[in-house]
């Protein structure tokens, strides 16, 4: 079947718009989680959402950050007055729960986001 | 501090050679291991994922292995292909629970050369 999809692929942006990204998780996969990775840097948690639960967002950086997910399925993760130290890839990724001890994450191509 | 580290942080070898990753963790409590392979360009694929009891476990050319009284991981490529050229990383969750979070190494990057 699909895995897990995300759009842009790339995203160049003026320091100060807003973005948002998108992510089509695998159908079915009840979590869905946001990751960043930096230059040179392992990739860093921000946000995940698991079913109809409230969101984990322990690790989203700033306020600036936000992201929502719609009837379960379809997310955005929205970078509002957007900081050259943004510029990342964001990777999403989705699991059939959140169980750390079996359900594997797979993971999206990311976005390539630049901000200039 | 819940932390993966791996080293080497870069590595290059011929074609058809041998090499071994390595993770040190001090995530707990602990409950499984991954280790990914993530091409340029592209996100991770998962190689393996080693529980508590699991000392070691192969997937193709891939072995993975694991001590939980040390804290330590490998992965082990066999008979390397220019495709291996990746970067690997090693992943820990955090905790017990279901909270599916992720901590992740800084990766080790492999360039293969013919």
């Known amino acids: 079947g699909a895995g897990v999809s995300q759009s842009p692929s790339n995203k160049v942006t003026e320091k100060g718009k807003d973005v948002e990204l998108r992510c089509d998780p695998i159908?079915?996969?009840?979590?869905l989680y946001w990751y960043r990775q930096s230059l040179g840097q392992g990739l860093e948690f921000l946000i995940y959402?698991?079913?109809?639960?409230?969101?984990?967002k322990s690790g989203l950086p700033s306020d600036r950050f936000s992201a929502e997910r719609t009837g379960g399925s379809v997310s955005t993760l929205t970078i509002q007055r957007t900081q050259q130290e943004d510029s990342a890839v964001y990777l999403c990724?989705?699991?059939?729960?959140?169980?750390?001890?079996?359900?594997?994450?797979?993971f999206g191509p990311g976005t390539r986001l630049t901000v200039t | 501090k819940n932390q993966v580290e791996q080293s080497p942080q870069s590595l290059i070898i011929l074609e058809g050679k041998n090499c071994t990753l390595q993770?040190?963790?001090?995530?707990?409590?602990?409950?499984?291991l991954r280790w990914y392979k993530q091409d340029t360009g592209r996100g991770p694929v998962s190689l393996t994922i080693?529980?508590?009891?699991?000392n070691t476990k192969s997937n193709g050319r891939y072995t993975a292995t694991l001590d939980a009284d040390t804290k330590q991981s490998s992965l082990h490529i066999t008979a390397s292909q220019l495709s291996d050229s990746a970067s690997y990383i090693c992943?820990?969750?955090?905790?017990?629970?279901?909270?599916?979070?992720?901590?992740f190494g800084q990766g080790t990057t492999l360039q293969v050369k013919p």
């Open positions: 080693m529980t508590f009891s699991e």
């Open positions: 992943v820990v969750p955090l905790g017990s629970g279901n909270t599916g979070k992720l901590i």
């Open positions: 990724a989705s699991s059939r729960s959140t169980s750390a001890f079996t359900y594997e994450q797979y």
């Open positions: 993770c040190n963790y001090t995530v707990s409590p602990f409950s499984n």
């Open positions: 159908s079915g996969h009840t979590a």
């Open positions: 959402f698991q079913g109809n639960s409230a969101p984990d």
